[in-house]
């Protein structure tokens, strides 16, 4: 998961959403990323879309776990399972509940840390970015 803050922290830093992901196989960072939707004025690069496109064709992701500092969306969680990655592991939902759900009743494992730098970083984030944060999530 700290690398996964390091992602988020990184968008912070270039003016983007701070989110973040890495994706992890057989103890192995393969691929990491972050949200990038307002660096290239991109809707469609959030962290983990950013961390799969990252780590490239690896055939299967079966054994891999994707680490995410916020629970993935449903764009997110529908690349979860259209690649059959079976464990996600999230940094905290309590700014964004997201679609575990759905993630859960496709079979994947999903773990929420609750960690408290992860939801310090967005609830400061959103405080400071209420329309750029509802903007990602759609409710503007």
């Known amino acids: ?13 270039e003016g983007g959403i ?3 992901a890495v994706l992890v ?3 192995t960072i ?12 991109d809707p469609m690069i959030h962290a983990e879309i950013d961390c799969l ?5 690896i055939g299967s992701y079966k054994d891999c776990i994707l680490y ?3 629970m993935p969306c449903f764009l997110c969680a529908g690349a979860v399972v259209q690649f059959q990655i079976p464990t996600v592991i999230v940094g905290e939902s309590q700014t964004f509940e997201g679609a575990e759900v759905f ?10 840390l609750n960690n408290l730098r992860c ?17 990602d999530i759609g409710t503007l």
């Open 1 to 13: 998961m700290e690398e996964a803050i390091c992602e988020a922290e990184k968008g912070l830093s």
């Open 68 to 70: 995410s500092t916020l």
């Open 103 to 112: 993630m859960r009743s496709h079979g994947i494992r999903v773990t929420n």
């Open 30 to 41: 393969i691929g990491r990323g972050h949200n990038r939707r307002v660096q290239n004025d």
């Open 25 to 27: 196989k057989n103890g």
């Open 119 to 135: 939801i310090s970083m967005m609830k400061r984030f959103i405080l400071d970015n209420p329309d750029l944060w509802n903007e």
């Open 18 to 20: 701070p989110i973040g």
């Open 53 to 57: 496109r990252n780590t490239g064709r």
